[in-house]
T-cell receptor
């Protein structure tokens, strides 16, 4: 069965530092991959997605992610953290079949220190 | 404005009562989803529907029921059989292709006392 693992339930960085949030998927066939952000007591908002083509994907708010098939990874990065980036981030996978199933990881809460 | 609406935002119920959470979308999306969110556990899939009058169980369907009589609506009933119903519930919808992103409602926080 398709699954997604996010390493680190909490990540703390200083303002201006690099942000790296990790996501690994388990699938013999690479799925479609998504990163979402959630602010407290709200729904989720799409940051970026990988379907096919270029493996480096740019998203909103300066975030980007690189798909690495050999490592079954789709880590999220941002060169310089801002206080407003503090939120919970979710990686999600959707298999390349007709099931429409959309599976989320357990999430990583990003804390940004002044 | 196009979007997905969940109501109510906060819901309180007594233990043993069934409760129905509303989810409506005007995005003309075929697929709709219900997730449960608990601290540290991410989003767990309860049910999803790809088309009207059809739906599939997700990973934690026990104690929940859904219907999909209209494309726009996908209500979730939390039954008395659900042992620990207090949680944040999120509804989402997606377009007709599996590469499409999901759009989320603002969530309903259910508290059972």
């Amino acid at each position: 069965a398709q699954s997604v693992t996010q390493l680190g339930s909490h990540v703390s960085v200083s303002e201006g530092a690099l942000v790296l949030l990790r996501c690994n998927y388990s699938s013999s066939v690479p799925p479609y991959l998504f990163w979402y952000v959630q602010y407290p007591n709200q729904g989720l908002q799409l940051l970026l997605k990988y379907t096919t083509g270029a493996t480096l994907v740019k998203g909103i708010n300066g975030f980007e992610a690189e798909f690495k098939k050999s490592e079954t990874s789709f880590h999220l990065t941002k060169p310089s953290a801002h206080m407003s980036d503090a939120a919970e981030y979710f990686c999600a996978v959707s298999p390349m079949d007709s099931s429409y199933k959309l599976i989320f990881g357990s999430g990583t809460r990003l804390l940004v220190r002044p | 404005d196009g979007g997905i609406t969940q109501s109510p935002k906060y819901l309180f119920r007594k233990e043993g009562q069934n409760v129905t959470l509303s989810c409506e979308q005007n995005l003309n999306h075929d697929a709709m989803y219900w997730y449960r969110q608990d601290p540290g556990q991410g989003l767990r899939l309860i049910y999803y529907s790809q088309i009207v009058n059809d739906f599939q169980k997700g990973d934690i369907a026990e104690g929940y029921s859904v219907s999909r009589e209209k494309k726009e609506s996908f209500p979730l009933t939390v039954t008395s059989a659900q042992k620990n119903p207090t949680a944040f519930y999120l509804c989402a919808s997606r377009g007709q292709v599996t590469v499409a992103e999901a759009f989320f409602g603002q969530g309903t926080r259910l508290t059972v006392v």
